[in-house]
């Protein structure tokens, strides 16, 4: 098993016993976002982002580091202006690892030698998610857009969910699920972006992205109500 710890340290654990097998560490900014950011694992590495805009894959087994690449550079004169953090989790599958930076870039690399393929200016603490040929993000902002993930060139931008705390796009077959601070679920088109419906929860807000469940999503709310959607 793989922990994370909230220094940014990541230790690969023997499931049976407990102990550490292996420990990855970096030193950080001395200005750093807060945030909860885990890993992905995925054909036996470990992909993780972190503070400074740099994102690493690390061997499953040993915690060799395979791979590091810089999604975003610190820029500024101040230490505030220069945060440029990875918040949340890259988005991978078997051939390409996409991060995005506070403050920084949008980045894809190669999943085996990490090898830029594209990179663009973009601002996000919400996160990214990778579906078919495109690429969905939230800004800081709320925007929703989709990327080509080949190029990185625009595909379309919902900004009607400005400012209400949207978090990273969830897709579920040809659609897109986002919360929001008022414990909304949106639905989009992933096609155009365009809205489709809107489901309540209990009011407060959804911090997180749905996750898989059977053939839908899992939703919670910061008040701990749990809620499985899917769309007929």
Same mark, same amino acid.
């Given at each position: 098993?793989?922990? +994370? &710890?909230?220094?940014?340290?990541?230790?690969g654990?023997d499931?049976?016993?407990?102990?550490?097998?292996?420990?990855? @560490?970096?030193?950080?900014?001395?200005?750093?976002?807060?945030?909860?950011?885990?890993?992905?694992i +995925?054909?036996?590495?470990?992909?993780?982002?972190?503070?400074?805009?740099?994102?690493?894959?690390?061997?499953l087994?040993?915690?060799?580091?395979?791979?590091?690449?810089?999604?975003?550079?610190?820029?500024?004169?101040?230490?505030? @202006?220069?945060?440029?953090?990875?918040?949340?989790?890259?988005?991978?599958?078997?051939?390409?690892?996409?991060?995005?930076?506070?403050?920084? +870039?949008?980045?894809?690399?190669?999943?085996?030698?990490?090898?830029?393929?594209?990179?663009? %200016?973009? #601002? #996000?603490?919400?996160?990214?998610?990778?579906f078919?040929? #495109?690429?969905y993000?939230?800004? &800081?902002?709320s925007?929703?857009l989709?990327?080509?993930?080949?190029?990185?060139?625009?595909?379309?931008?919902? %900004?009607?969910?400005?400012?209400?705390?949207?978090?990273?796009?969830?897709?579920?077959? @040809?659609?897109?699920?986002?919360?929001?601070? @008022?414990?909304?679920i949106?639905?989009?088109?992933?096609?155009?972006?365009?809205?489709?419906?809107?489901?309540?929860? %209990?009011g407060?807000?959804?911090? &997180?992205?749905?996750?898989?469940?059977?053939?839908?999503?899992?939703?919670?709310?910061?008040?701990?109500?749990?809620?499985?959607?899917?769309?007929h």
């Amino acid at each position: 098993m793989v922990v +994370r &710890t909230g220094n940014g340290r990541i230790a690969g654990l023997d499931a049976k016993e407990g102990k550490r097998i292996w420990l990855y @560490e970096r030193s950080t900014p001395t200005l750093i976002v807060r945030n909860h950011a885990g890993i992905v694992i +995925r054909n036996g590495m470990v992909y993780a982002g972190f503070a400074a805009g740099k994102v690493a894959a690390i061997g499953l087994t040993k915690g060799v580091v395979i791979w590091e690449s810089a999604v975003s550079q610190p820029k500024g004169n101040t230490e505030l @202006e220069r945060i440029s953090d990875i918040t949340s989790l890259p988005a991978v599958d078997d051939t390409q690892v996409c991060a995005v930076a506070f403050q920084g +870039r949008v980045a894809c690399f190669d999943a085996v030698q990490g090898g830029t393929l594209w990179s663009r %200016d973009f #601002s #996000s603490d919400k996160g990214l998610s990778l579906f078919g040929s #495109s690429l969905y993000i939230t800004d &800081t902002d709320s925007n929703v857009l989709a990327a080509d993930r080949a190029t990185g060139s625009s595909l379309w931008k919902n %900004d009607q969910l400005l400012f209400r705390a949207a978090t990273a796009s969830f897709p579920l077959d @040809e659609f897109l699920l986002v919360g929001d601070y @008022e414990g909304y679920i949106h639905v989009l088109k992933r096609e155009d972006g365009s809205f489709v419906a809107r489901q309540k929860t %209990d009011g407060s807000p959804i911090l &997180t992205p749905p996750i898989t469940l059977g053939d839908g999503a899992l939703i919670q709310t910061s008040e701990g109500e749990l809620y499985s959607i899917a769309i007929h």
